[in-house]
């Protein structure tokens, strides 16, 4: 089970980053090793955990999670003018 927080949710023009966690949790009865694969912001790709160009980094880039255990990933996500061309028709 995982779900994603972003703060601050709406960006305006004085907002440079917006800040970001995934918490996951561990449903499960054995352990399960976690990644980040894909993270879309904004209807555009921010985040391939497969190529090396991407707008955010993990932190952690993985978990290790024992059942009955969560943990959180984050990452800062930057309002700049590379993000403005991986979103289709830009951020207004």
């Given at each position: 089970?995982?779900?994603?927080t972003?703060?601050?949710e709406?960006v305006?023009?004085?907002?440079?980053?917006?800040?970001?966690?995934?918490?996951?949790?561990?449903?499960?009865?054995m352990?399960v090793?976690?990644?980040?694969?894909d993270v879309?912001?904004?209807?555009g790709?921010?985040?391939?955990?497969?190529e090396?160009?991407?707008?955010?980094?993990?932190?952690?880039?993985?978990?290790?999670?024992?059942?009955?255990?969560?943990?959180?990933?984050?990452?800062?996500?930057?309002?700049n003018?590379?993000?403005?061309?991986?979103?289709?028709g830009?951020?207004?």
């Amino acid at each position: 089970m995982a779900w994603m927080t972003c703060s601050p949710e709406f960006v305006s023009e004085d907002v440079d980053s917006v800040s970001c966690r995934i918490e996951v949790e561990n449903l499960d009865s054995m352990p399960v090793d976690i990644w980040i694969t894909d993270v879309y912001f904004a209807g555009g790709k921010i985040y391939d955990r497969t190529e090396g160009d991407n707008l955010i980094a993990p932190n952690p880039e993985s978990l290790m999670l024992n059942p009955d255990y969560s943990e959180i990933f984050t990452f800062t996500i930057p309002i700049n003018g590379e993000l403005q061309k991986r979103v289709p028709g830009g951020l207004k």
